[in-house]
Structure formats: C-alpha cells, structure tokens
C-alpha cells in the first residue's frame, strides 16, 4: 500500500509537469506570469463556458413543468457521463499506451493493481473538468427551482464525486481489451479505433435522443406522470438514472436505493476495471514490445526514389509525413471535420428530421439565404481550420526533433513557409468534404460554393499565420508524449483567439453592409480577409528569423 | 576551420557558466578529441558551434563565417551528429537522408552514389525503407551519421560518437574519420573513450568546468604532465584537483 502512495504520487507529479513547473516558475523564478496567465485562462474559460451552462440550465428549468426537471437533470448527467466516457478514453490511451514510464515501472517490484490505479487516479482527476462546468451549473440551477434541502445537497455532491467513475471504467476495460486485441506496437491503431468508435457513439447517441425526444410522445400522459421518461430514456445506461434520482429524490427511500446502487455500482465498474486489467494488460502490454522484421536490400526501387527536390518543397513532405503518420494528431485536429457534416447528413438521409428541412425552406424564401449560408459554410470551413491545431502546434511539434531544423542549413523564413503551406494544404483538404456537403444538402450553384472555399481558406489564414507566429515564439518543446505536443499545449487554441475578434468583424460587416453592398458583400468579405491574411502572413515572415533565432534546443 | 574565442554559456541567467571563457582551435585537416568528465560543458560547446544554444559572450567561426552573423553558411559546413540521434520516428530512414539531402542541395546522382556507398558501409543499406521508430540505438547513431555526410561537410562534429556502436561499427567509423581527415578535412568529436582519443587524435583537449585545463597533441600533454604517462592518467590527473 505505502509503494502504491509514493507511485502515484509521482505519477500525479510527472503527468501534470508538476515538477517541471516547480523547477521553472519556484526555483528557477522564470516566466512566473505563465501560470498566472493560465490561471485566469482557465478560470475565465471554465466561468463562460460554466455560467452559459448555468443561464441555459436556468432557462430549461423555468420554462419546463416541474414533472420535467428531473428528466432536465438526467440529461446533463447523461451527458456529463458521456463526455467522461470520451475524455477517459483519451486519458487511458494515453497513460497506458503512450506513456514512457512504462518501461520504468514495469520491471519495478510494484503490484500490477498498483500501476492500474495510479494511472487511473490520474485519468480521474482530469475527469472532473466535465461536471465542474457542465454538472455543477445545472445543480446550482436545479437547486434554485427545486430546493434540495441539506440530505439533497449531500446526495448530489456524492453524485457529483461517483459520476466519472463508471464510464472511466468502461473506457479503461475497452481501452485494455481492444489493446490486448491488437497490441502495443499498433497502438496508433487504437487510437483510430477508438475515435472511430467515439464517433459512431456520437452519432447513435444523437439519433437516440432525436428519434426519443422528437418521437410521438403523449405529453399529456407524461404529464400524469403515467410515463416515466427518465426511466425510458435513462435505460440505455441505468447509471444516469441512479445518479438523477439519487438526487431528485433525496431524503426519500427511493432516493436512498439509488444513491446506494450508485455506490455499488461505481465500486463495481472500477474493480471490474482493475481486475480485467491485471488479466488484459500485462499480456497486451508484453505483447506489444516485440518487433517482427523483414529486410530488404537497398534495392534499385528505394534507391530510385532519391531524387533531388527542391528544399521548400522538401520541408513541405517533412511536415506531411510527420503530422499524417501520427494518429492522434490527426484525429485531434480533424475529427470535428468527420463527425460535422457526418451529423448533419446522418439525420438528413435518415429521414424525419425536421430541423435541416425548416432550414432549406427558410432559406429558400429569404432572399439572402445564399449569403447566409456561403457565409456559414465558409464560417466553417475557417472554423475547422482554426481549431486543427496543425499551424499553431507546428514548431511545438518537433519537440525534441528541433535540433534538425535548427541545424540544416535552410532559412527560418523557409521553414515557417512551408509550415504556413502544409496549414493552407490542411484547409484546403477540409474544405473538399465540407464543400461537397454543402453540395448535396443544398444544391447552390457554381460560383457560390467557389465563394465559399474561397472565403473560408482566406478567412483562415490570419489566425493560422499569427498562431504559427506564436508557436514561434513560445515553442512547447519539452513533451514526451506526442498529445500532449497539442493537448497540453496552450498555443493550440490561440488561433482561435485571434480568429475570435476577426469573425465578429465579419459579422458586424455582414450586419451593416449588407442593404448597403448588395451582391457586393461576398467579394468584400473576401477582399477584407484577404487584407487580413496580407498582413498576418508579412508579419509572420518578418518576424520569423528573429523569433526562430531566439529558440534554444536544450535538450 | 573552427574557431571559438572567449566563449561563455549559462544555462540561467546570472547563473554559473557552464562554458566559461573557452578559447579553441581547430585546424583544417585535424581530428580533434574533446574530452572532460560528465558535465564539463562539451555538449553545450558543440550546440553552440552547430547553432542550438547561443552564447552569451565570444564568438565562434566556423570555415571562415561567424555562427551568429551568418548562420546558413557554417551550417552548410557542418555535418553533425547529436549526443542521443532523436531522428523522426515516423520517417523511413531513405526518406530521411533524401530530405536531409534536398535541403543540402545535393544532385540526384551524387546522393545516390554517396548513400549507397555510406549505407553498405555502416550495414543498414537493408534498412533503409524501414520507419527510424524500428531502429536500434546504434542503427540510428549510424543512420545520422550518414546523413550527416551526405553533403561531405569540411568539418564533421559528433557527439560521443561511439556510444552504441559495435566493435565492427565503431572500428569502420574510426576508419571513416580518418578518411575523412585525409581529404583535408576537420573532425571535431567528444568522447569518453580515451583509448580512442590516443590513437586517433591528432589533438586533443581537455574540459573542465567549462574552462579547458589542457590542449595540444599527446606529446605536448605528456611533455606536461610526468614522461611516459597513458592520456589515461594525466586526464585522471587533471581533472582530479
Ligand atoms: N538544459 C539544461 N538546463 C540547465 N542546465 C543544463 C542543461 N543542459 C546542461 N546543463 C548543465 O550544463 C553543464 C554542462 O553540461 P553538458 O551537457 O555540456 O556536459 P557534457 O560535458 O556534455 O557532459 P557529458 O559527458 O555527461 O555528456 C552541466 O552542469 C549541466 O548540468
Ligand atoms: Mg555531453
């Protein structure tokens, strides 16, 4: 018991860089507005995003008969719960699979059970991030139209303390199944397994839910309380039920039965955890350390293909193979991309929706509603390309591979260039997907959807440029693990912040000059972005050599 | 060819210098060991001779350009090969030495002749469509040293070199340098194996601290220290005090 403390003590420690913080920021006293600036960062972030939750929390409940709070309630749970489920996928991959202390820990004489919960431990803390700005608003909201009394307070804090358990669990026993299945060595393959998997989730849970809460209910029935919706919807995962009634129900028996099978039932999820890996994990982790080879002379094949390139070009297919051959990057930059148009069209093909059929009438009889939705296609496509993270990661990316770009003998404005190109190349790509869609859902003529790729790549451009500047100029090179070179990374979502200004620039625009510019609109919007596209990319260049020259390679 | 001239580094600012004041010549043709225990700062010397840490006070000349003033010209004459070769996993090795050989600049004809010459040479020519990630330590040290002679560099600066290598291996590189030196051109290396450093050195230099306690060919060094003594025990001598 005392090994398994000190071990997770310092996996706490060196999956939060918490030493490498306390080295810089305490005894070494440099850059100590970092955290201060993530502090307010993350507070502010979790406070909007927490207090848009609460508002809407607020506004459910107000406008809802009692008789639907509890089902309001169980929705956030389930959706807390399932936003557990996909980040505990994540975090275990990652700390099983990707993790390089493994190879320190296993010869080490520790229990198998000990490694398994340290790592679960850590995947737990980061589990709670979903209810603090998801959950706990919505209690707060729910407390205030249904008072909860001190027993309803008590019950939902341990609700609140339960909730990620189950579903980590679960991601936990996939995660090492599905590990054993196909072995560590073909762990990039996991991760494509398991996003897919995350998708088709998505997809299914939405469907579940539209074809649940849109489908031919008797409100009135409902409201005689002669269905029970909570327990109709909630029986895809009895949990959610246990934990809404545990709290909506506190102070009665009922109420107490839940909270009790909760209990048990989280006790079970992570013993079944611990005990499926201590069967699984060992053999899928062995397993996966052996290297089958085959060899081939250097024959004339391979030899044929060293053919001289130029060096932009060159520095270009470094920067596709590297960020393509690695899974997690790819997926975490393009993932929005699939399930996006997957979920507007899923529901499209599949019939009933009313929402996308209200929307092509609508737009049919508005006369702007070409505008509007080359604008929002476009919107898109820029959004996508800002939040892939391929530009504003692309210097954290080398990590410890910089010292080869730092020593070749090619111009930092070259290399920022074709990491600039290999972003466009990105955007491009997303656009062919999104602009198909937009195709097929609404059949626009020609120069419309050219309008749209067109704004939507140039609109792009400004935020990717000054988030590669950034990148430039506070590199995150010291990962060990290639998502935390664009999960940990606080530069990853700078593009957004700059895009964040420029998008209501355009809206405004769109507002004002819209009676004004007529069918001018879209070629202003245009040449407006392009204006800022001029910029960002001169400022960027002009600064490359500078900011590339003041990077170290330490390690 | 190389050249470094009051030379300081620290790590943190106003801390200690790991480099401290270090003047040092290499001449043209020279193969030069550079030694001192753990710790003495060779690693940080190189980075700053190769351009990934900055000095904070000196300069360094590399074939005739200072490395701050023109940095593209002193990497073109560089080949260098890092302490630990991280190399891109995800790259097949030939797709490595092609790019390493584009943004040299080098023809079609001669990389092809140079990497099949280097490639059989260092036994990974069987290797070469494989991804890096699947290579050994010392397939990698050997795979970065092949690049880092595609472009025939006037001088080569290696880092521990030998680590990993086996005897084979370690024997063909010492040919290697040798050839290399005998083309008229410079090898600058660090090592921790003195045995090495006797035979094949032309000169060697001893860091301490960051200062460099001791230069010069192996007889200038025994002249110094008693008669007779192996680099062995007057590096032991030296860095003792
Ligand atoms: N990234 C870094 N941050 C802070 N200090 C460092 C860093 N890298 C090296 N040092 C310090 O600089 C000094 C010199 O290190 P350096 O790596 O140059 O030594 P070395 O002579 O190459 O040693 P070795 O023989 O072990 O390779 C050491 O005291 C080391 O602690
Ligand atoms: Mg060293």
Redo the contacts with the bound molecule.
Sequence with gaps: MKSFWRLLKVTVLNYFHISVMQETYIEQRQRQWEPLLFGVAIVAGAGIVGGLVFTSAQLLLGGLPPQFAELALMMFVLATQFMALGFGLASLISLFYFSQDLSVLVPLPLKEWAILAAKFVVAAITEYLPPLVLLLPMLIAYNQRLPLGLWGILSALAVFLLLPLIPLSLAGVVTLTIMRGIGRRHRDTLIVVASLLSIAGILVFQFFFQSLAIGNLDVGEVLQGRIDLVARMGSMFPPSVWATRAISRAGEPDGLFNLLYLILASIAAVSAFLLVGQRVFYSGLIGGEERSRQRTALDAKALARAVQKPALTALVWREIRLFMRMPIWVLNGFIAIVIVPLSALFPAFAGGDMGLGQLTSLLATNPQGLTILVLIFAALLAAFSVINTVASTAVSREGKHLWISKSIPVAAVAQVKAKLIFALICTTATGVPLIATFALLFSPDFPALLLAFALGLVASIAPQALGLAFDLWRPFLKWTTPQHAVKNNLNAVTPLVFALPLGAISYYFYLWMREPLGALLLPALLGLHLVAAGFSVHFLLAKAAELYERIEV?? | MLSIRNVSKS??KDGVN??DNLNLEVAPGEIFGFL????????????MTVGLLKQDKGSITVNGHDTRQNPLATKSSIGYVP?NPDLYDKLRAIEYINFVADVYGIGTAVRQQRLLRLARMFEIHDAMSDLIGSFSHGMKQKLALTAALIHEPPLLIL??PMVGLDPRSAHLFKELMNEHCSQGKTVFF?T?ILDVAERLCHRVGI?RR?RLIACGTMEELRQAATAESSLESIFLGLTEK
């Design positions: 330490t390690t | 790590y943190v790991v480099v001192g225990p753990n710790g003495a700062g060779k690693t940080t010397t190189i980075k302490d880092d521990e660090s921790h860091l960051g």
